[in-house]
Every structure is written in C-alpha cells, then in structure tokens.
C-alpha cells in the first residue's frame, strides 16, 4: 500500500499563517491611513465648496451696493429702523440718506474676532428673499410687468419706488407718500396710489425695486458681513477663528453664516479723488465720506479672508516662513496675525493647518 505524502505539515500551516497575519495587519493599516486620508481631504474640499459659495454671495452684494437706493428723500419719511444693538447699531443711518457701504477697522463687541473689519452694504438686492435684485419701471399709473416668473414680483411683495436721476449730477429720489416709502406691488390690473405715479406729462418714469413679502423698517434692504465666534462651534476649525456671517437686519432668520474657520477679514477702498475716471487712492477707512461722495468716489472693493482649509493636520507642515501673516495689501492698510495666538496646544501648531488669504475684487456697478 502507498502512503499518500501530499499536503501540509504544521510548521508549514504555521508559517502561512502567520505570513497572512503580517499581510493583513499592513493591509489593516494601509487602509485605516486612506480612510483618515479621505476624512481630512473631504473636510478640505468641504471647506472649499462653501467658502465659493461664501464668497460669490458676499461678491454679488458688494457689486450690488447702491442699487435702488435714493440719493435724497422727497420728503423726509418717518425715522426708519435699523439695527436696534451693538455693533451694528453704531452703523445706523436714520433719519439721514443712507450709505451704500459702510465700514469699521475693529469692533470692540464682545464675540467679534478682534482686529477684524465689519462692512455694511445697503441696498434692496442684498434681501434674501426671491424679490430681493428685481426691478421694474413704471408709467402713468401701471407697472411694467416683464411676464416672467423669474423676473416678476408678486401681489404679496413689498416695492419701493425711486424717480431716477434727471441729469448729470442730480439725486435719485425716494418716493414717499404720507410717511409711508413701500408699497405692495400691484396685481396686472391694478393702479398705483396716485402720489406713486409719474407726472407723464413731463415724460417721467419711475423705477420700483423688490424688497420682500414683509413690511421694510427702512427704504433699502441693509446686510452687514463680519467675522464672530460661532454661534455652532465647528470642531475642524482652529481654536481662536471665527465664522464669517451675513446679518440681514429685520430678517428674523439672520445671521446666515458663509464661511467657518475664518481668523481675520480686512476690507480697504479704492478711491477716484479728482474723478478723472482712474482710481488714485487707496484706504482702509470712508467713514468720512458722506453718502453721496461714497457712490462718486470708490470705484473698487478689496476684501482679504485669513481661513484655514480642512482641519488640523499633524502629518502636514505649513509651507509659510512665519507664524506673523498680512492680510491686506499691507500691514497698514491690514493687519498681520499671529497664527500661533490661535492654537495653543504648542508652539508650533499653526503649522500644521491649511492657512490660506483669499482676495475678492469688486467693482460695484451701481455707482456713478
């Protein structure tokens, strides 16, 4: 009989083992390294999606200051409301014409990233709501209704009405009737009141900006961008950021907050002085131009972000030379920050997050 000498012996199986045991431990490890890996990269591109869309919402009001908003009232409304605490409060306009953009180089307000601007934008786009940016034109005692949903306000907005300027140099004028400076916006048949209605004898057309589906406290729609602690802390973000929030004021749901893990925001103004056409000055602070000079003289808005992308990083080490970082076309017209303030779990902290200063260039059109 012959024996059968095929298979394994013990020390075989052992060894075949205890390779497979070593294969799948570094298996176990490659494999927990790319998960970690994709972790920290979807936070990062987490981060990048909702700072672009941050940004482009901040571009469109900067580019939209202005727009509808009256030069000089007809006659002078009922004192209208604003904000009603600090530190906006201190930005409040009433009963004056008011600024299409406002600006502070610090807010002391406890809650506020210190050293961080604060910018106010006033104008009936920069709502919320699906009537904020829309506009129509009016004749004799109808509004010019476009016929398309997109474009259109509705029976239940609220609109306030501006007669344009006339000439070169002249105001654009608040319509108001009886104290009262919005109207709803009136169904296809409809007649406007009669002191919202053009003198069409002298060939006059009104214009009417969409508001929203509330009454307005004042003739514009205000929203003002700055950098606080977050109301929901983010656990990705570094110790000592804040959040940057658009605060629409009188909108119950406010403030939206746009972008987390923001250190720092700074905002300087382009300036045509001698109106030549050419921007020739550059400054970090219009809060001594009143409101008409606001609309003649910036010709471009500048807003640094001091962020950080993904969450903190022990395996990355920050390329900067230093901790000290401008924000700003300069340290005077800025400010420099010291990422290793922030996090100070070590020295060298800082280093291991994604710092990044991200420029937003506007021009606002609506300015003359």
């Known amino acids: 009989m012959t024996r059968d000498t095929r298979g394994f012996s013990l020390l075989e199986l052992l060894i075949a083992v205890a390779i497979m045991g070593i294969v799948m431990a570094m298996s176990s490890q490659l494999l927990q390294h790319m998960v970690t890996s994709q972790k920290k990269q979807a936070v990062v591109v987490t981060n990048q999606f909702e700072a672009a869309l941050g940004l482009e919402m901040l571009r469109n009001d900067v580019s939209n200051a202005g727009f509808g908003l009256a030069d000089e009232f007809k006659s002078t409304p009922s004192p209208y409301s604003e904000a009603s605490s600090d530190p906006a409060l201190q930005f409040n306009n009433t009963p004056n014409v008011p600024k299409a953009l406002q600006h502070a180089n610090t807010v002391s307000t406890a809650g506020y990233i210190q050293n961080s601007d604060y910018l106010v934008i006033r104008s009936p786009a920069v709502g919320m709501e699906s009537a904020a940016g829309k506009w129509t034109n009016i004749t004799s005692a109808r509004v010019h209704f476009w016929n398309d949903v997109n474009l259109d306000m509705t029976t239940n907005d609220y609109m306030i009405v501006i007669k344009p300027r006339s000439v070169s140099g002249g105001n654009a004028v608040l319509i108001v009737a009886g104290g009262v400076y919005a109207i709803k916006y009136p169904g296809?048949?409809?007649?406007?009141?009669?002191?919202?209605?053009?003198?069409?004898?002298?060939?006059?057309?009104?214009?009417?900006?969409?508001?929203?589906?509330k009454a307005p406290t004042m003739p514009f729609t205000r929203a003002d961008y700055y950098v606080a602690a977050p109301v929901t802390v983010n656990p990705s973000c570094a110790p000592g950021t804040g959040t940057l929030y658009k605060n629409v004021i009188g909108d119950t749901s406010s403030p939206y907050p746009l972008i987390d893990c923001v250190a720092n925001m700074q905002v300087v103004f382009r300036l045509d002085t001698n109106q030549d056409g050419i921007p020739d000055q550059t400054v970090n602070d219009i809060s001594g131009l009143d409101a008409y000079t606001v609309k003649t003289q910036v010709k471009q808005v500048d807003i640094y972000i001091l962020a950080h992308e993904g969450t903190k990083d022990t395996s990355y080490t920050s390329e900067l030379a230093s901790s000290s970082l401008t924000v700003g076309p300069s340290a005077s017209l800025g400010t420099t920050v010291d990422l290793s303030t922030l996090d100070t779990t070590s020295a060298t902290a800082w280093k291991n997050y994604r710092w990044k200063v991200t420029k937003l260039t506007v021009k606002p059109r609506s300015f003359y």
């Open 188 to 213: 296809q048949t409809a007649d406007l009141p009669t002191d919202y209605q053009p003198n069409t004898g002298e060939g006059e057309r009104f214009l009417a900006f969409g508001m929203g589906t």
